[in-house]
Nanobody, 120 residues
Framework: QVQLVESGGGLVQFGGSLRLSCLASGSILELNDMYWYRQAPEKERELVASSTNTGRTSYAESVKGRFTISRDNAKKMVYLQMNSLNPEDTAIYYC??????????????WGKGTLVTVSS
């Protein structure tokens, strides 16, 4: 099985910064596209940022210029640097990745999430 574990969430003041990390482990033959999603209370889960295994990135309009996704393939990690945070960014942030396991099956995996709370 492939497991994703997020870390780095917490409470931050308006205008502050946080860096989220996600470690992939388990029976991984290869990691492909990786993502950060978030889900705010009473809202649908939304895609925040994505990164291909060659470093191509994309962002939701609401976070462009403030968030940066990056990855370290050797460490099997993906990061989300979040700057200029505001209360609208308060959500549970989830790491996700497409990965091929040792049975050669390509599947999308999800972490359990890490809570980011931005106070005003």
């Amino acid at each position: 099985q492939v497991q994703l574990v997020e870390s780095g969430g917490g409470l931050v003041q308006f205008g502050g910064s946080l860096r989220l990390s996600c470690l992939a482990s388990g029976s991984i033959l290869e990691l492909n596209d990786m993502y950060w999603y978030r889900q705010a209370p009473e809202k649908e889960r939304e895609l925040v940022a994505s990164s291909t295994n060659t470093g191509r990135t994309s962002y939701a309009e609401s976070v462009k210029g403030r968030f940066t996704i990056s990855r370290d393939n050797a460490k099997k990690m993906v990061y989300l640097q979040m700057n200029s945070l505001n209360p609208e960014d308060t959500a549970i942030y989830y790491c996700s990745a497409w990965a091929r396991d040792t049975y050669y099956r390509m599947r999308q995996y999800w972490g359990k999430g890490t809570l980011v709370t931005v106070s005003s």
